[in-house]
């Protein structure tokens, strides 16, 4: 464990940066509870009137992207294995496609406030209820997490103090969205976001000076057998693949931007369908290089200590610490600087819950107190969705109390986020994408595809998948970090004291076979087993007939990848639904489906530049 007695320590520079970071961002939710309509309206208080810049939409669209776990735990992954996390940019790039082109004009078209509307008009009140509620229990425990997990991993190294920090973030963040609304949660996301891409340039400069530069930054990782991205291995339970990092990845994070309510909720604040897609494109954009960020962080870091490693050596007992440690050894000599950087793990978690919190009050809003009173007037809906956003804050701060309690569990909670968006993502291509779907098939898809997310996450957690490693060692510590390289590093691979390269049980059941599969394939399973579960159920019930399904609920695969197929090849390819309707109060549906017979409708831009 780190010497508590020796370790630098915050300084009381660095709490004044700190607590600044936090000022910002409360006066932020003061200015636009004071400014404009005064949040006096559910539109200006979910949906920021829907007249929003692309640039801050785009940028609070990066900063939701960034939790503070991905922060701390980006960097650490690549310090222990290596960079094959950056193809994940990839993956970003297939996920800004399909959001753009799938599944954002249905919810452009329907002009919803909640994501889960959607299920109700294509199956029952029922699905959208299961729906909201898988979202909410999703949202409750990572909100709770993302809040208390650095929290915990700063105050073992910083000296931070932990209940301070974990009530810091919750008071202030629901502070400024309740008051401040969309508005307060974008901007704040942008200052934010600034704040972590400044943290992790930082780091990545004073930790190349310290080592010699980026290129023996590349050297030292290359020799530590760190820099491999291309494995082409088709094995779906090697960790990271080219196949598990891109396609899996896609299906991961579409599940987050195509049908997430937080993210769903972010485009709709801008003007239409051509604004939010430049939005879409400058997130798509921004995540790439923050990943590229991170990941180069991590880098930076390994070339750091690659001889002698801080958990082999006792000094933190955690990989979620490794970056609280490198900032402390980096910058303790530079009062301020610490502060800043621990505001870029902090601004990640506030741009998390934030978004969250106006999420949940916007999904409970319409998907349960509009259900119970439907002709509530405007001014009480306006402050019962204030009153949600307050009260989950409330419930986000005892959760992290409850997480304080999870121990080991806190990593199994963390992957129950990731295993609950690809049956989500699952259910939405179901009604989509399949006329044929009906609600008994989209009930039994979605619990069908819970099951057995959880049931391969969970049992995972007993049964862990075999993991290569590349090596780390202690056995260079009194040459100094950064210096082992002038050792030969077959020499360095042959000692004793470093880090298996396989981690192998000593018995394992039939049945653990499939709990080896890459957390990278968790999303696309289930999306599979929804889709796979949810079309037989609904043939076997008797299917829908695509010509009752109306066309707004859908999206035509052929006409929006394939438009230049001729008339004869899509119409029958377009499974009976009649996408020859107009939508006349849709701004750019001929960019969508180009059908015959379709008229251009002149586009309305509303938006703010």
Same mark, same amino acid.
């Given at each position: ?273 051509? /604004? =939010?897609?430049?939005?879409? !494109? #400058?997130?798509?954009?921004? *995540? ?7 990941? @180069?962080? &991590? ?16 000094? /933190? =007992?955690?990989?979620?610490? !490794? #970056?609280?440690?490198?900032? *402390? ?7 301020? @600087?610490? &502060? ?270």
């Amino acid at each position: 464990m780190v010497d508590v007695e020796n370790a630098p320590r915050f300084s009381i520079a660095d709490y004044l940066v700190f607590i600044s970071m936090l000022i910002v961002s409360a006066g932020i939710g003061v200015y636009h509870a004071l400014t404009g309509g005064k949040q006096k309206t559910t539109n200006e208080f979910l949906l920021a009137n829907q007249n929003m810049n692309p640039i801050p939409v785009g940028c609070s669209l990066v900063a939701s992207f960034i939790s503070a776990i991905t922060f701390l735990g980006t960097p650490a992954e690549n310090y222990i294995y290596g960079p094959m996390f950056m193809l994940y940019g990839f993956s970003y790039v297939f996920t800004g496609f399909a959001t753009a082109y799938m599944f954002m004009p249905v919810f452009y078209r329907l002009n919803v406030t909640s994501a889960y509307e959607y299920l109700e008009k294509r199956f029952s009140k029922t699905v959208r209820l299961m729906g909201m509620v898988t979202f909410s229990l999703q949202m409750v425990i990572y909100m709770g997490i993302v809040i208390y997990a650095p929290s915990l991993a700063l105050n073992a190294v910083t000296g931070l103090d932990l209940w301070g920090a974990v009530f810091a973030i919750g008071i202030v963040c629901t502070f400024y969205t309740t008051i401040g609304g969309m508005k307060a949660v974008l901007w704040t996301d942008v200052f934010q976001v600034t704040v972590m891409v400044i943290g992790f340039l930082a780091i990545i400069i004073r930790g190349s000076m310290d080592v010699g530069g980026l290129d023996r930054v590349w050297n030292i990782s290359a020799e530590g057998g760190r820099i491999q991205f291309f494995d082409f291995d088709p094995d779906p339970t090697v960790r990271h693949t080219f196949w598990s990092v891109v396609i899996g990845g896609t299906f991961t994070w579409t599940a987050v931007y195509g049908v997430n309510q937080s993210q769903v909720q972010r485009y709709l604040t801008c003007g239409n369908q051509s /604004v =939010a897609r430049i939005a879409l !494109l #400058i997130s798509t954009i921004g *995540m790439v290089i923050v990943v590229c960020l991170a990941c @180069l962080s &991590g880098l930076v870091m390994y070339a750091k200590y690659a001889g002698c490693d801080p958990m082999l050596r006792g000094d /933190v =007992a955690k990989s979620d610490q !490794l #970056i609280p440690y490198l900032v *402390m050894d980096l910058f303790s000599d530079m009062p301020g @600087l610490p &502060g800043l950087i621990t505001s870029a793990v902090f601004s990640a978690a506030l741009s998390t819950v934030s978004s969250g919190l106006n999420s949940l009050a916007a999904v409970y809003g319409e998907d349960v107190v509009k259900l119970i009173w439907p002709n509530i007037e405007e001014r009480k809906y306006t402050m019962i969705t204030k009153a949600l956003a307050g009260f989950f804050g409330v419930v986000c701060i005892g959760m992290a109390v409850v997480a304080s309690f999870m121990g080991d569990v806190l990593q199994t909670a963390l992957s129950i986020f990731g295993m609950i968006g690809g049956p989500l993502l699952g259910l939405f291509s179901l009604g989509i994408f399949f006329p044929w779907a009906n609600t008994k098939g989209a009930i039994s898809g979605l619990l069908s595809g819970l099951v057995m997310a959880f049931w391969i996450g969970i049992g995972a957690q007993f049964y862990p998948p075999v993991v290569n490693k590349p090596p780390l060692t202690i056995d260079y510590c009194e040459f100094g970090e950064g210096n082992y390289s002038m050792y030969n590093s077959t020499d360095m691979y042959s000692t004793t004291t470093m880090i298996s390269i396989t981690d192998m049980p000593e018995e394992r059941p039939a049945v653990a076979k499939l709990y080896s599969l890459s957390y990278a394939w968790y999303s696309a399973v289930a999306w599979l087993t929804v889709l796979f579960v949810g079309l037989i159920v609904s043939f076997a019930t008797g299917p829908t007939d695509p010509a009752d399904v109306d066309p707004k609920l859908c999206c035509s695969l052929v006409d929006t990848m394939y438009c230049c197929l001729p008339e004869k090849i899509k119409k029958p390819l377009r499974c009976g639904v009649r996408y020859d309707e107009q939508f006349t109060h849709v701004d750019d549906v001929h960019d969508e489906y180009k059908v015959v017979g379709g008229k251009n409708i002149d586009s309305k831009d509303e938006t703010k530049f």
